[in-house]
């Protein structure tokens, strides 16, 4: 097994063929590695094997993902780690300006979306604990395959399945960590326990998580700056529950019901102290109570989910979900909260809070149809509302008024297969139809108090993909495709903003959608000890989301401009004449730009709150018996913005980790670190971004232990 598999599929022109292999990825390197073509990939919303779809799909498995947590504490990062094309993350509560080939990705579980385009709380990162997640899919590039938002991709969280046997099963968690200086509020401590029952057709799994982090230190041993606005991961408290109970109804025919409950709190116990970033002296924090309410995530998931692999000669999945989050943001006395008519300017504290709320339905039936043989063909609809408001805690005002995105969409998809297989043709259309509600409201004080005119603009639209699949000869492949994918902007952002009168929400053209396509060709190698892989794409929106540093307010707003943007990325493992050792490298460079000025032509680079640095990842593996070890650098190389200015050039930064697990009798024993080198660096965010800011000029984690025992029963 791979740590992430690449399973390229088809985009719509092809050729195209590449390779590298310098350092691997294997966690199980004495086997033959799973063909991961071959598996099912739920998030493409078919049965048909990875190999059949025009899609780029990477698979993270069980094992790399407990690997991967066992370093970097998080999903997110650990997603990130093993994908070159994922930027940097900020080691934050918020994920703003992360990154899948420089656009936002669809974070979802099981098919559930997480995210909130509507107003981006950029939380979606931190929605379920990783220890009730099996596996995660990565579907890359713009697609509609999941409706909104999945621009960038699609990061599918699978959670546990039922037990597979009668009887208790299950497995427990307990670790701690510290930084390599041993601080004394440095360290943190997670323990977490799963359990599943079945009898005959039922079955019953019941899990719990709590984990409690400390300050983080950078490589220097310096606090780590404090970003009580938008969130911290540091200073934190998590707790997680989870729930899923089935019903074997007979051989085909299975129910489940899935529920997931998820909340980080921040401690509240530091405060900020600017850095200087003339000097390269990075923010820092100092003990101290925050003012107001500390930031904090919650999220509630509940799905109903039925399957039929046998109906009419098809299968059959439908899923009912309701999914609630609320972000709370910390407070402090921004220009953009003050109203001279409550306190005098410059005095007023306040803070906010997103509430989210999503009900959805999802059914898809699919199967081979008689009269073509060798076409497979799937027909769905997808139905979404998401209500989202944002109001100020302290003062009761409302700051995004209540916005409600109905969606509606039929769509049917078909998979052709010729020649025994050799060649496959696939393609498929959506069918958007989608209502926005917004009532009247009136903008914040520092906005000027605009009334602002409420409506219900609509718009539709037809979403194209088509690809192939070229099998000349055994483990070779070449594929080729196209995708569309929508999302609307950050609407709630665009509609705070309006600082002019007679704006009405039925003609505000800043809020139409974003749509977006991809072009990919490439090709696969997998023959004995050797995989390989190269892909380049393209993808571009007429009118795309920016986030752009608004000066007089220090807050990013969002500017609609034509985006381009176009990459490679090669990805190679190879297994070695050493027993048990396995070698693996990935590489991507992205290019992207806009249109600053309007005039229909792209001038100016993506900036890095906006797209990834290029990058290059090496790991080498160990497994052998009870043994398995693993030692990964990653390479962020440095890059200058064409546009930008020119203090937010990237210096760029490389890191290693490592980690061991040990089986034994009992249970195994796992020892992951961090920043084994312990390097001093600035967070690509912070590098690259709010030039002026000293106080979110942060430096990256330091070198981090994290020991553990996991066991099952």
């Known amino acids: 097994m791979r740590t992430v598999r690449r399973v390229s599929k088809a985009r719509l022109w092809a050729v195209g063929v590449s390779a590298i292999a310098i350092m691997g990825a294997t966690s199980a390197a004495a086997e033959e590695p799973t063909d991961v073509s071959e598996l099912v990939i739920t998030a493409a919303r078919t049965t048909l094997p990875a190999s059949a779809l025009p899609l780029t799909v990477d698979i993270?498995?069980?094992?790399?993902?407990?690997?991967?947590?066992?370093?970097?504490?998080?999903?997110?990062?650990?997603?990130?780690?093993?994908?070159?094309?994922?930027?940097?993350?900020?080691?934050?509560?918020?994920?703003?300006?992360?990154?899948?080939?420089?656009?936002?990705?669809?974070?979802?579980?099981?098919?559930?979306?997480?995210?909130?385009?509507?107003?981006?709380?950029?939380?979606?990162?931190?929605?379920?604990?990783?220890?009730?997640?099996?596996?995660?899919?990565?579907?890359?590039?713009?697609?509609?395959?999941?409706?909104?938002?999945?621009?960038?991709?699609?990061?599918n969280q699978v959670t546990v399945g039922a037990p597979k046997e009668d009887g208790v099963s299950g497995r427990v968690l307990a670790q701690v960590s510290a930084d390599t200086r041993f601080h004394g509020d440095g360290g943190g401590w997670k323990t977490a326990g799963i359990a599943g029952y079945r009898a005959g057709a039922y079955d019953a799994t019941i899990g719990l998580a709590y984990e409690a982090r400390g300050a983080f230190y950078d490589g220097q041993g310096r606090r780590i700056g404090i970003d009580n606005t938008q969130g911290e991961i540091q200073d934190s408290k998590s707790n997680s529950i989870f729930g899923r109970f089935g019903w074997q109804i007979d051989d085909s025919l299975r129910i489940d019901l899935v529920a997931n409950r998820f909340e980080l709190k921040g401690d509240g116990d530091y405060l900020p102290v600017a850095g200087d970033r003339t000097r390269n002296r990075p923010a820092t924090s100092?003990?101290?109570?925050?003012?107001?309410?500390?930031?904090?995530?919650?999220?509630?998931?509940?799905?109903?989910?039925?399957?039929?692999?046998?109906?009419?000669?098809?299968?059959?999945?439908?899923?009912?979900?309701?999914?609630?989050?609320?972000?709370?943001?910390?407070?402090?006395?921004?220009?953009?909260?003050?109203?001279?008519?409550?306190?005098?300017?410059?005095?007023?504290?306040?803070?906010?809070?997103?509430?989210?709320?999503?009900?959805?339905?999802?059914?898809?039936?699919?199967?081979?149809?008689?009269?073509?043989?060798?076409?497979?063909?799937?027909?769905?609809?997808?139905?979404?509302?998401?209500?989202?408001?944002?109001?100020?805690?302290?003062?009761?005002?409302?700051?995004?008024?209540?916005?409600?995105?109905?969606?509606?969409?039929?769509?049917?998809?078909?998979?052709?297969?010729?020649?025994?297989?050799?060649?496959r043709l696939a393609g498929g259309v959506r069918q958007e139809s989608v209502t926005l509600k917004v009532g009247d409201y009136t903008t914040l004080a520092t906005y000027g108090s605009r009334h602002v005119g409420g409506g219900e603009p609509s718009f539709d639209a037809t979403l194209l993909n088509g690809g192939v699949v070229v099998n000349p000869m055994e483990g070779l492949r070449f594929y080729a495709s196209y995708a569309e994918g929508y999302t609307v902007p950050d609407v709630g952002r665009i509609l705070r903003a309006v600082n002019r009168d007679g704006v009405d929400v039925d003609d505000f053209l800043d809020i139409s959608p974003v749509v977006s396509d991809n072009q990919e060709i490439g090709a696969e190698w997998k023959r004995g000890p050797f995989e390989a892989s190269a892909a380049y794409f393209w993808s571009k929106s007429k009118l795309g989301q920016l986030l752009v540093l608004n000066p007089a307010t220090a807050v990013y707003d969002v500017q609609r401009q034509r985006v381009e943007i176009e990459g490679l990325e090669l990805n190679a493992t190879a297994r070695t004449p050493i027993p048990g050792v396995s070698v693996s490298a990935g590489y991507a460079k992205l290019k992207g730009r806009a249109d600053s000025d309007g005039d229909g032509s792209v001038d100016i680079d993506l900036d890095?709150?906006?797209?990834?640095?290029?990058?290059?990842?090496?790991?080498?593996i160990y497994g052998q018996g009870p043994l398995a070890a693993r030692l990964q650098v990653q390479s962020y190389l440095e890059k200058d913005f064409d546009g930008a200015d020119p203090r937010n050039n990237f210096q760029g930064y490389t890191l290693v980790d490592a980690s061991v697990r040990y089986e034994t009798s009992f249970a195994d024993v796992f020892f992951g670190v961090q920043n084994l080198m312990d390097e001093q660096y600035l967070s690509y965010s912070s590098d690259t971004t709010n030039p002026a800011d000293n106080l979110r000029y942060f430096a990256g984690r330091g070198r981090v232990f994290t020991l553990g025992l996991e066991r099952r029963f």
Do not use: C
Not at 79 to 104: D, H
Not at 324 to 348: E, H, K, M, S, Y
Not at 393 to 412: C, D, K, M, Y
């Open 286 to 423: 100092m003990r101290g109570e925050v003012e107001g309410k500390p930031a904090a995530n919650r999220a509630e998931t509940l799905s109903l989910g039925l399957t039929d692999d046998e109906l009419w000669g098809g299968d059959l999945t439908a899923q009912v979900f309701y999914n609630r989050t609320r972000d709370t943001f910390g407070g402090d006395r921004n220009v953009t909260f003050q109203d001279a008519r409550l306190a005098p300017v410059g005095t007023l504290f306040d803070q906010s809070s997103n509430r989210s709320e999503k009900m959805g339905a999802r059914v898809s039936y699919e199967r081979e149809i008689p009269f073509v043989p060798g076409l497979n063909a799937t027909f769905g609809l997808d139905a979404l509302r998401d209500k989202t408001e944002q109001s100020l805690i302290q003062t009761g005002r409302v700051w995004v008024p209540e916005t409600e995105f109905q969606s509606l969409a039929p769509f049917v998809q078909g998979n052709l297969a010729l020649f025994d297989g050799k060649l």
């Open 608 to 620: 890095g709150a906006n797209i990834s640095p290029d990058r290059i990842n090496l790991a080498l």
């Open 60 to 155: 993270v498995d069980s094992t790399d993902l407990s690997q991967q947590v066992a370093i970097s504490g998080s999903l997110v990062d650990a997603v990130a780690n093993l994908s070159p094309s994922f930027s940097p993350t900020r080691q934050k509560l918020s994920g703003s300006g992360e990154s899948l080939r420089g656009r936002s990705p669809l974070f979802a579980i099981n098919g559930i979306p997480q995210s909130t385009p509507i107003r981006d709380g950029s939380r979606d990162g931190y929605t379920i604990d990783p220890f009730f997640i099996d596996h995660v899919e990565l579907i890359y590039g713009s697609n509609a395959l999941q409706g909104i938002g999945a621009t960038g991709g699609v990061v």
